[in-house]
C-alpha cells in the first residue's frame, strides 16, 4: 500500500515558505546573530529547527597516553599529559571579547 502523505516532488510548499520566513524572523534577530558573534556555527534545518555549535570543540580530543580515562595505565596516578583530566587540546585557547560584551575562549 503506498503512503500518499509523502510529497511527490522537490518543491517546497508555500507552508514550508513561510515556516522558513518566521523561523528567520524569530531567531536571526537575537540568538543567531548573538551565536554568530560568538564564533558559534549556526546551521539551519527544516522548519525553522537550529543547531549551534562551537568549532571550538573541534580542538578537544581524548588523551591518548591515558585512552581518556586521566589515570596513568602503568602505576595508577594522574596522567602527565592530560593533568588528569582524560582530554587534551589540539590548539590552546585564548579570551576574545565579543559584541554583547561576553568573553568567551577562541581557538
Same mark, same amino acid.
Given at each position: 500500500?503506498?503512503?500518499?502523505?509523502?510529497?511527490?516532488?522537490?518543491?517546497?510548499?508555500?507552508?514550508?515558505?513561510?515556516?522558513?520566513?518566521?523561523?528567520? #524572523?524569530?531567531?536571526?534577530?537575537?540568538?543567531?546573530?548573538?551565536?554568530?558573534?560568538?564564533? #558559534?556555527?549556526?546551521?539551519?534545518?527544516?522548519? +525553522?529547527?537550529? %543547531?549551534?555549535?562551537?568549532?571550538? #570543540?573541534?580542538?578537544?580530543?581524548?588523551?591518548?597516553?591515558? +585512552? +581518556?580515562?586521566?589515570?596513568?595505565?602503568?602505576?595508577?596516578?594522574?596522567?602527565?599529559?592530560?593533568?588528569?583530566?582524560?582530554?587534551?587540546?589540539?590548539?590552546?585557547? %585564548?579570551?576574545?571579547?565579543?559584541?554583547?560584551? #561576553?568573553? +568567551?575562549?577562541?581557538?
Amino acid at each position: 500500500m503506498e503512503d500518499h502523505n509523502l510529497p511527490t516532488s522537490g518543491q517546497r510548499g508555500w507552508f514550508d515558505r513561510l515556516l522558513d520566513r518566521l523561523g528567520a #524572523w524569530l531567531f536571526a534577530a537575537e540568538e543567531d546573530a548573538r551565536a554568530t558573534a560568538r564564533g #558559534w556555527e549556526v546551521r539551519r534545518g527544516p522548519r +525553522g529547527a537550529r %543547531t549551534y555549535r562551537d568549532p571550538r #570543540w573541534d580542538t578537544v580530543h581524548g588523551c591518548h597516553s591515558c +585512552g +581518556g580515562h586521566g589515570l596513568s595505565l602503568t602505576d595508577g596516578a594522574a596522567c602527565p599529559a592530560c593533568a588528569g583530566t582524560g582530554v587534551v587540546r589540539s590548539a590552546p585557547a %585564548t579570551t576574545v571579547p565579543v559584541a554583547d560584551g #561576553w568573553k +568567551g575562549a577562541r581557538s
